[in-house]
């Protein structure tokens, strides 16, 4: 059984547009929320996390809105660029067990 | 080293034959998880320490898998009589409680 459930699979948007990926989970014991950002050939790198007591961080160009009650998080890129093409997975985490989503392949186009 | 180191890079194994993948980690850090990770998916969760402690391995496809730590620092993940469903990406992460830094990883491959 999924614990996080991510989509969509793929995106395609255009330099400067706002890329929106969604994450679902069940387990309200989950208490970290980070998403990663993996380039091909490489590991999964942190890119921004939230805590479920706070509805949206930001840092720069990336925020993460958070919904407690209906236990979804989204990821949101404004701006979007070229170099943003890569996977990003959601994950969710509890006793140190990170659960992660099945990623969203974004690709920005020029 | 300033990040999470994994050799080897690519291991292409016959069936059959046993593994060993390593994994060292950022220095000091306690938290050292393994995951598994199939072409197009998210990681999946094999096991974890804290120092040499192996407090879950609740993801261990099989017990052909076996991990060890034995000087809570340096990691080693064994892979006993390869098949070719454990044709993966084997990563690596170490860190705190609520964050995970991950390495590259190793590319294994059974033929």
């Known amino acids: 059984q999924q614990q996080v459930k991510q989509s969509p699979q793929s995106l395609i948007v255009q330099k400067g547009g706002i890329s929106i990926i969604n994450c679902a989970y069940e387990n309200t014991a989950f208490d970290y929320f980070p998403w990663y950002q993996q380039f091909p050939g490489k590991g999964p790198a942190l890119l921004i996390a939230?805590?479920?007591?706070?509805s949206e961080k930001k840092e720069g160009r990336f925020t993460i809105s958070f919904n407690k009650s209906a236990k979804q998080f989204s990821l949101h890129i404004m701006d979007s660029q070229p170099g943003d093409s890569a996977t990003y997975f959601c994950a969710a985490v509890n006793f140190n067990k990170f659960y992660f989503g099945s990623g969203t392949k974004l690709n920005v186009k020029p | 080293g300033a990040g999470v180191s994994q050799s080897p890079r690519y291991k292409v194994a016959k069936r059959g034959q046993d593994v060993a993948l390593r994994c060292d980690p950022i220095s000091g850090h306690v938290s050292l998880f393994w995951y598994q990770q199939a072409l197009g998916q998210g990681p999946e969760f094999l096991t974890y320490?804290?120092?040499?402690?192996?407090?879950?391995k609740s993801g261990l496809p099989s017990d052909r898998f076996f991990a060890e730590r034995p000087e809570g620092s340096v990691s080693t993940l064994k892979i006993q009589r390869t098949q070719q469903e454990d044709s993966a990406v084997y990563l690596c992460?170490?860190?705190?409680?609520?964050?995970?830094?991950f390495g590259q990883g190793t590319r294994l491959t059974v033929v």
């Open positions: 939230i805590r479920p007591d706070v």
């Open positions: 320490f804290q120092n040499e402690a192996q407090l879950d």
């Open positions: 992460a170490s860190g705190s409680n609520t964050e995970a830094f």
